[in-house]
Each structure stands twice: as C-alpha cells, then as structure tokens.
C-alpha cells in the first residue's frame, strides 16, 4: 500500500518557480508508477506529469513540458515535481497519485492511490 502526501504549494508571481514534494508512507513505493495532477474548481482532474517506477522514464503534458520536471527518489519514497515560469493557468490544487502501470499514467481514474492535494496560485 501507498499513502501520498504532497506539500510546497503556495503563492507565485507569474514566472517564478515552485516545487512540490509528495512522501509516500509504504514499502511498496518504487512498485508503483507516480503522476502529478491538477484540478481547478469546475473541471476534471488533467494529467500533468509522469515518472516510471525507477524514475528512468517521464512524460508531460503538452501545456507543462518544457517548464515542469518531474523526478523521484526512491530511497525516500519521494516523488518530486520542480515548476517554473510559472503561468496563471497553471493555478490549480495539484495531486500526486501512484499507478500500479505505466500504461495508464495519464489516467487518473486507473490510479490506485491518490493524496489529499495541495494549492498553487500564480498571480499576474
């Protein structure tokens, strides 16, 4: 069993940078594949960023490839998501989950474990 739980959100100017963490309690943390997402009051939860059980593989978004990175350690069941140039459409509650296969990483309804979230606010 996984149990995410982010922190490092916050308030932002526009072009800043911000990084969120996500501590997973459990011994299976590196069984799992691990994805950050974001939800905004309104919408569905939308796929931002991926990482492979070893960390060896990733993938984005369109809209955050290029200014987001995300990566994980293991030994400190931690996964990691490094934000910058920041834009206000990035202001979102933004949740880290764990996903048994990597086949369904932008999927967030195959996602087994989920956090509670934490907010990010980007002011123009």
């Known amino acids: 069993q996984v149990q995410p739980k982010e922190s490092g959100g916050g308030l932002v100017q526009a072009g800043g940078s911000l990084r969120l963490s996500c501590a997973a309690s459990?011994?299976?943390?590196?069984?799992?594949?691990m994805g950050w997402f974001r939800q905004t009051p309104g919408k569905e939860r939308e796929f931002v960023a991926g990482?492979?059980?070893?960390?060896?593989?990733?993938y984005y978004s369109d809209s955050v490839k290029g200014r987001f990175t995300i990566s994980r350690d293991n030994a400190r069941n931690t996964v990691y998501l490094q934000m910058n140039f920041l834009k206000p459409e990035d202001a979102a509650d933004y949740y880290c989950g764990a996903v048994f296969a990597w086949d369904y990483i932008t999927v967030g309804s195959r996602y087994d474990y989920w956090g509670q979230g934490t907010q990010v606010t980007v002011s123009s």
């Open positions: 459990g011994r299976a943390f590196g069984s799992y594949a």
């Open positions: 990482i492979s059980r070893s960390g060896g593989v990733t």
